[in-house]
Every structure is written in C-alpha cells, then in structure tokens.
C-alpha cells in the first residue's frame, strides 16, 4: 500500500535525549520514515533497532550491543512545539505480522519532547496494521526513565515485504497432428 504517517502524540510535558519504544506488527509493515519532536535549535539525530521487545533484553537500555544503527542526520532544526520535527533518515524496516520491533530515537544537543506513560509495554496507538507501544526515556544509551511515549510520526506502508521477483513465461504450441487415412472414399457423380 502506499505510505501512511501516524502520529503517537505532540503532546510533549517531558523531554531528554532520546526514547525507546516497540512497535508490534497485526499484519507485514514496512517503516520507511520517522519524524520527532523537537521544541528549538538544531541536533544529530539517530535512528537505531533491534527485532523483538528491548524491555525484555538485559542491558538493552544502556548499551547499543544488538542494536543496530539504521541511520543518523545532523544539524536537524526544531520544527517547534507541537510540530513534527522531519528526518531526513530513509528507513526500509520490515515487519512481519505478529512480531515485535524496537526503535531507540534519539539526539545530540537539544531535548526532544516525549510524555510521561503509564507502564511499559502498553498499547498506546494501535490501527489494523499496528499497535505502537509505550516505552522508556533518558539519556543517551542511559534510557531508563519510565514510562515515556515517544513524540512524532511514523510512516509505513502495509503488505508483502519481500521483493518482487521478475518471471519468464514460456508458451510451447500445441504439437503439429497429422492424419492419414486408410480408407479410399469415391465420389460418384
């Protein structure tokens, strides 16, 4: 399908470096976007994953081993309160249907905007395609604040995640048949 954007929520009342969050697939999504949450000035934003829920992974939250860095962006500037904060960070993260990814959002310099939850792991959005997650917050690799709700925008597109894979059809005729005849006909006329 072509590509969504949900928000979580702009609703920001807290902040600090970063956020780690898990997404669940309902059916095969693909993330190709995220967007922040940024009040003022300009930062590095980074984007990291992992399959499977970081809150149940010991040391997950203070350190990036199993983690992998899915893409960063410098000098970012604040769309301001309430706005989203637009990264320019391709994403091509397939979900399968049924599964459980994390993401770690996170920045140097200013403070992103994120809101107080209420326990980890909640559903805090969830559509047909996917249920976003309420998770932790904090400094950088240090995120073990909770709850927090991550701020901003994720786009995605449902469906297959594979490749298509071009095929070659081959259409062979019909055998030639021949036909002969062992019986003489006359015609008399």
Known sequence: TPSTAITTTFAAGNGSAGNMFV????????????????TTGTATWEIWGRPGRY?????????????????????????????????????????????????????????????NG??????????????????????????TIATRIWNGRIHYSAGCGSARTPVIGVITPAPLVSVTSSNNVCVSG
Do not use: K
């Not at 999504?29 to 922040?36: K, M, P, R």
């Not at 209420?118 to 805090?124: K, V």
């Open 23 to 38: 997404v669940s697939a309902l059916n095969t999504i693909t993330i190709t976007a995220l967007d922040g949450h940024m």
């Open 118 to 143: 209420t326990a980890i792991y909640t559903p805090f959005i969830t559509n047909s395609d996917f249920i976003f997650r309420e998770g932790h917050g904090g400094g950088y690799y240090a995120v």
């Open 55 to 115: 809150d149940l992974i010991p040391g997950s939250q203070t350190s990036n081993v199993g983690w992998t860095l899915l893409g960063t962006a410098a000098n970012v500037p604040a769309a301001g309160l309430g706005l989203p904060t637009v990264l320019p960070i391709p994403l091509n993260v397939t979900i399968a249907d049924g599964t459980d990814y994390s993401f770690y959002v996170t920045t140097t310099g200013p403070t992103l905007n994120y809101t």
